[in-house]
């Protein structure tokens, strides 16, 4: 017995497998396997998440819920494309509920109070 494919491909990116490893992504004929250690977005994320790829735009591969955007050069030439996280120093950070504040909140009427 023969096994045919039914109609045509029409995605041209897919994630074909995830492993322990990295994910196997599919890209117009041709399979990549990204490793977690070069592309660690994809390490806890959730299967829904990694399987959520879209071309944007020619060789430039979208994950709008991991917030992820990866040219196909950066897949095949991870070494050019350092993974180095820089932080805004514009930034706010917000503390989280469990978070210890270590300056003392004063009250506007505590501060009117002392002059």
Same mark, same amino acid.
């Given at each position: 017995?023969?096994?045919?494919t039914?109609g !045509? ?6 994630? !074909?497998?995830i ?41 430039h ?5 991991l ?9 095949v ?5 350092? %993974?180095?996280?820089?932080r805004?120093? %514009?930034?706010?950070? =917000?503390?989280?509920?469990?978070? !210890?504040?270590? !300056?003392?909140?004063?009250s506007i009427p505590t =501060?009117?109070?002392?002059?």
């Amino acid at each position: 017995m023969k096994l045919e494919t039914a109609g !045509t491909n029409i995605s041209e990116v897919s994630v !074909t497998d995830i492993s322990p490893f990295g994910i196997w992504l599919y890209y117009r004929g041709n399979e990549f396997f990204l490793d977690y250690d070069e592309f660690p977005w994809f390490r806890d994320s959730s299967v829904n998440a990694v399987f959520q790829v879209y071309e944007e735009s020619e060789g430039h591969l979208r994950w709008d819920k991991l917030d992820v955007d990866l040219s196909i050069d950066s897949i095949v030439n991870p070494q050019l494309y350092p %993974n180095i996280y820089h932080r805004n120093p %514009n930034t706010t950070l =917000i503390p989280t509920p469990n978070a !210890t504040l270590k !300056t003392k909140i004063c009250s506007i009427p505590t =501060i009117l109070e002392k002059k």
